[in-house]
């Protein structure tokens, strides 16, 4: 079986989309929908015909283009059973646990809760590729808008957990100020000022930086990495529950 492939877009201000293709079954699939006219155009470039929507939570900016899109494709549309009822022209509701097929593999779905609350993350084993929305970012995380942040630490537990070798798609590009942000937490960890580099590169030459992998998180990601002493003894925290700590650098993040 071939791999599937991904097209990764620049949507709206700083959004991606992100389309998902079997080229067996001729199946593609649009990872939110945040606008239906950068989608189509996506969708054009690559000669693909969209046969189902991925949404991973409600915001208007992941959902914006999903009454369009289905109006014009018949796509089915699948999305968080935990906000159902705000997903425009939901099809199949999915939570925790569920798995249904696409292209011939099994999608897995996690509950990966904080951003909002209903917020999911599709993530496919066979293809070591995982999409995450708005939970978590290339060395970040999204703002705790309806959760709390236990339950946003938790989440992002739940993404650590997966294979280091996880490719991860994620909702924004937000990396740069995000980097900037991790260097205030952790200055002395060499990956993540090797990191800076490569991506203060990508982004001089207007390439996004997204995807990334679990591996590179782990060792890089401030909001993943509550645990590390360093952390905990430069914001005075030593010994603190990890999620405090999360909760910290959160609460950090959105004051800077
Ligand atoms: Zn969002
Ligand atoms: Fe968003």
New binding site residues.
């Given amino acids: 079986m071939a791999k599937l492939e991904i097209h990764l877009f620049p949507c709206l201000d700083d959004n991606y989309g992100v389309l998902v293709h079997d080229a067996e079954t001729g199946m593609t699939a649009s990872i939110d929908a945040p606008d239906a006219d950068d989608v189509r155009e996506a969708l054009a470039e690559k000669g693909w015909k969209l046969t189902h929507i991925l949404t991973t939570?409600h915001?208007h900016?992941?959902t914006g283009g999903n009454a369009e899109l289905k109006a014009e494709t018949a796509s089915t549309i699948i999305g968080p059973k935990g906000e159902a009822a705000k997903i425009p022209g939901l099809d199949k509701a999915v939570g925790e646990g569920d798995t249904f097929q696409f292209g011939g593999r099994e999608v897995q779905v996690l509950e990966t809760p904080g951003?909002?609350l209903g917020h999911i993350t599709y993530y496919i084993p066979s293809e070591n590729v995982a999409f995450a929305?708005?939970t978590l970012f290339a060395l970040g995380c999204?703002r705790v808008f309806e959760g709390t942040p236990e339950m946003m630490h938790a989440s992002l537990q739940k993404l650590a957990a997966l294979p280091g070798a996880t490719t991860v798609y994620c909702?924004h590009e937000y990396t740069a100020a995000n980097a900037k942000f991790a260097l205030t937490i952790e200055p002395e960890n060499e990956e993540l000022q090797a990191r800076m580099k490569v991506i203060e590169r990508l982004r001089a030459s207007g390439k996004p930086t997204v995807p990334t992998t679990i591996g590179a998180e782990l060792a890089t990601n401030p909001f993943l990495r509550a645990h590390i002493p360093a952390i905990q003894q430069r914001l005075s925290m030593k010994g603190a529950p990890d999620w405090q700590v999360f909760a910290e650098i959160r609460e950090r993040k959105n004051r800077g």
């Fill in positions: 939570h915001h900016d992941h951003h909002t929305g708005d999204g909702g």
